[in-house]
């Protein structure tokens, strides 16, 4: 069993904030005048972006994952696959439903390519410039899903080839609720990259070990 690190000290915000990963899915943004800004911005900070779309919001009582719950641990390995399998399809129909119900009305699309509570790296075949304002919509392939709206500032736009271009946003405007989320799968994504390449460390290592046996 694991031992609490109760004297571990937990990263402050702005260490929070930075954590960035990759990632690869969809946005969806549409480009906001200055003039329409502080509209959007009070829409966007006073309320989680679930509660004004009527979307359930993810479950905030369990830990991003269940690796360390002890209930979890406990149970067998089939009932694991069972509840992992579950868990998969829930993702799938939710995030379905989700893009149907709220899609982002006349909305350019990109694809994200890293992510942090900071901002987004993206790519888009948009021609965006530097220092325009964008009303973002993010929903990452998660379980349980959400989605948050932010309004960003294009920092960089750069030639990505064939017509796509490779954008820096930065976030102007964000709801805590939201950011904390964001925060949440920023960490859980984190270790599922950790997790991925320790597996391949292993599996690449008892290949080497078989070849030299």
Known sequence: MMEDNKNETPPDASTREAVRVGTSFKIEFRRALESELPDIVEEITSHRTNDRLGYPPPESELPADLDNLKDYQDTTPHIMKMWVSIEQKLNVLM?????????????????????????????TGADLNKGEYLMLRISPPTFPSFIL???????????????VRL????????????????????FKRQREI????LEDETANKEKGEQADG
Request: charged share 30%.
């Open 95 to 123: 995030k379905l439903a989700g893009d149907k119900a709220h899609g982002m009305p006349n909305a350019e699309k990109g694809i994200v390519k890293d992510i942090s509570a900071k901002g987004v790296k993206m790519k």
């Open 149 to 163: 709206d932010a309004v960003g500032k294009v920092i960089s736009s750069d030639p990505a080839g064939k017509g």
């Open 167 to 186: 954008c820096k946003v930065e976030f102007t405007a964000l709801n805590p609720d939201d950011r904390e989320i964001l925060i949440a799968y920023v």
């Open 194 to 197: 950790l997790r991925s390449r």
